[in-house]
């Protein structure tokens, strides 16, 4: 490396924003989730830099209709506790796609991303919707495929 070789870090004000949709009708959950991580933080551009969002905007229709690889449907646990005695809670799949299918999604995609303030800055920027109307056409989104 010579000394005129310099490395590109990516400025707050310089970065730019897109926005895209994902449609996760009859997706895996998990890669759903690992797609729309990566590009939440911006690691699918040539100007990522760890410690600035570089990422853009995602907006997931159609999270009612995901599904689970193998044996999942049945068989995956989702389990919370409030930290008092007695506090804990386990719910499965099939019960939280009938009750809050956007929470199958979050908390598969929060889970991949930093847990910083970064990581919530990064995280404030997915949109999750149950049906195929959103609200965001104003933005014109972009869709994009799974295929990585």
């Not at 959950?29 to 100007?47: E, F, Q």
């Not at 008092?84 to 499965?92: A, L, T």
């Not at 199958?104 to 800055?121: N, S, V």
Request: charged letters at 30%; hydrophobic letters at 35%; aromatic letters at 8%.
């Amino acid at each position: 490396m010579t000394k005129t070789d310099k490395s590109y870090l990516a400025k707050r004000e310089t970065v730019e924003h897109k926005w895209y949709l994902l449609d996760a009708k009859d997706q895996i959950v998990g890669k759903v989730a690992a797609k729309a991580a990566m590009m939440l933080r911006g690691k699918h551009k040539p100007t990522f830099t760890p410690s600035v969002d570089t990422g853009d905007y995602i907006v997931i229709i159609n999270c009612d209709k995901v599904r689970m690889s193998g044996n999942k449907e049945t068989t995956k646990l989702y389990q919370s506790h409030s930290g008092f005695p007695g506090g804990f809670k386990e719910v499965n799949f099939k019960s939280l796609k009938a009750k809050n299918s956007e929470k199958i999604l979050e908390l598969a995609i929060r889970g991949m991303l930093p847990k910083t303030k970064l990581g919530d800055q990064i995280y404030s920027k997915l949109k999750l919707y149950k049906g195929e109307k959103h609200g965001h056409t104003a933005q014109k989104p972009e869709l994009i495929s799974l295929a990585f």
